[in-house]
């Protein structure tokens, strides 16, 4: 096929109307079904010579598609809807900004909703956005127990998990059983022997892994959990302040904190400061995500890191894939320590 040259189709011969597939069409020497394949970017034909010559054709007469009637025609929006506990939270406004930047790089748009952690407000929020014609979610809200999550699977809604997995349902992940082997092995090799542990709530898997690794490095180094050191909590500072109070109560108390996050981390530091000690010194403490304000407290704390870009771009890619028909499943993403000074070695 010939690429033709500026000026062999001109909107004034069109009447003033913006060009058309069947212009391109008409103007490259082919079908406007053929058209229509090599601009589609979904469609196997897209990425050959012939589709791209095609474009060429497309971009001399001036041809823009339009997205909003193609959309319609597959019964896309080409939106993603994407559930969050909250976005106060450091870490889901991280991730929510990740999966927005992600998802407009691939034409897609994001929606977001909050549901504080409450089964009844997930489901509330995520029909909304269903009733919105979102084209799949994303949820950041997955329970131990299905809840939401499980009745997407039954109805066959496209979705993807990001931080939290439950089931069958394809997820992207921080590998979180690893970063809590990490934080407690960083304690361990400091020579603390009494480490407690700030768990998180038992509704998220990402808790429940942390606390995995966390007794998993515990039982290498053949020492005991102490059940009297570990304490739920929320993912809030205040939960973490609560439970640094309780544990600098305690007879003898911990030498060092392992905190599922780091909003529960910077609550322990919180509590040390409020009762006249210092970090580390008096206790050392490691939290998890590494937000930005971890390294800019006036003792950086030492945390585990977390890749918010590729697991949010990854969970992005994995939606896309289950919406345009193709297969998806449970990505993880290996965390990394980062020393820092609120670890010390044990007196």
């Known amino acids: 096929m010939d690429r033709p040259e500026t000026g062999d189709f001109a909107p004034a011969a069109n009447g003033g109307k913006p060009p058309t597939i069947a212009d391109v069409a008409r103007t490259a020497g082919v079908s406007p079904s053929t058209v229509s394949r090599a601009l589609n970017r979904e469609h196997r034909f897209y990425r050959s010579p012939s589709a791209a010559r095609i474009r060429e054709v497309a971009d001399t007469i001036g041809y823009a598609?339009?997205?909003?009637?193609?959309?319609?025609?597959?019964?896309?929006?080409?939106?993603?809807?994407?559930?969050?506990?909250?976005?106060?939270?450091?870490?889901?406004?991280?991730?929510?900004?990740?999966?927005?930047?992600?998802?407009?790089?691939?034409?897609?748009?994001?929606?977001?909703?909050?549901?504080?952690?409450?089964?009844?407000?997930?489901?509330?929020?995520?029909?909304?956005?269903?009733?919105?014609?979102?084209?799949?979610?994303?949820?950041?809200?997955?329970?131990?127990?299905?809840?939401?999550?499980?009745?997407?699977?039954?109805?066959?809604?496209?979705?993807?998990?990001?931080?939290?997995?439950?089931?069958?349902?394809?997820?992207?992940v921080g590998d979180d059983r690893l970063g809590g082997y990490l934080a407690t092995r960083h304690l361990i090799d400091l020579g603390h022997r009494r480490i407690a542990l700030v768990a998180g709530p038992a509704y998220a898997s990402s808790a429940l892994g942390r606390r995995a690794g966390y007794e998993d490095a515990l039982r290498e180094a053949g020492f005991p959990a102490d059940e009297q050191v570990i304490l739920p909590s929320s993912f809030s500072m205040e939960s973490g302040e609560n439970a640094g109070r309780?544990?600098?109560?305690?007879?003898?108390?911990?030498?060092?904190?392992?905190?599922?996050?780091?909003?529960?981390?910077?609550?322990?530091?919180?509590?040390?400061?409020?009762?006249?000690?210092?970090?580390?010194?008096?206790?050392?403490?490691?939290?998890?995500?590494?937000?930005?304000?971890?390294?800019?407290?006036?003792?950086?704390?030492?945390?585990?890191?977390?890749?918010?870009?590729?697991?949010?771009?990854?969970?992005v890619d994995q939606l896309i894939g289950l919406i345009t028909g193709a297969p998806a499943e449970t990505r993880t993403f290996a965390p990394t320590l980062i020393p820092r000074r609120t670890t010390g070695r044990a007196a």
């Not at 006249?276 to 937000?291: A, E, M, Q, T, W």
């Not at 870009?309 to 969970?315: S, Y």
Request: charge should be negative.
């Open 65 to 172: 598609p339009n997205p909003v009637a193609s959309n319609l025609r597959r019964q896309q929006t080409s939106t993603i809807g994407v559930l969050v506990p909250r976005l106060t939270d450091t870490v889901m406004a991280m991730l929510y900004e990740e999966i927005a930047t992600a998802g407009l790089k691939r034409g897609y748009h994001t929606l977001v909703a909050t549901t504080h952690d409450d089964p009844t407000r997930e489901q509330e929020s995520g029909d909304v956005l269903l009733q919105r014609r979102v084209d799949g979610l994303i949820l950041t809200t997955a329970r131990t127990d299905g809840g939401f999550c499980q009745e997407l699977a039954d109805k066959g809604v496209a979705h993807v998990l990001a931080l939290r997995a439950y089931g069958g349902s394809p997820a992207t």
């Open 246 to 315: 309780h544990l600098l109560d305690l007879a003898p108390r911990p030498t060092a904190v392992f905190a599922v996050n780091d909003n529960t981390a910077i609550g322990v530091l919180s509590a040390v400061q409020r009762a006249g000690l210092r970090v580390p010194d008096d206790l050392s403490v490691v939290g998890y995500n590494d937000i930005p304000l971890a390294a800019r407290l006036p003792v950086p704390l030492t945390t585990v890191r977390v890749p918010f870009d590729a697991i949010a771009t990854a969970a």
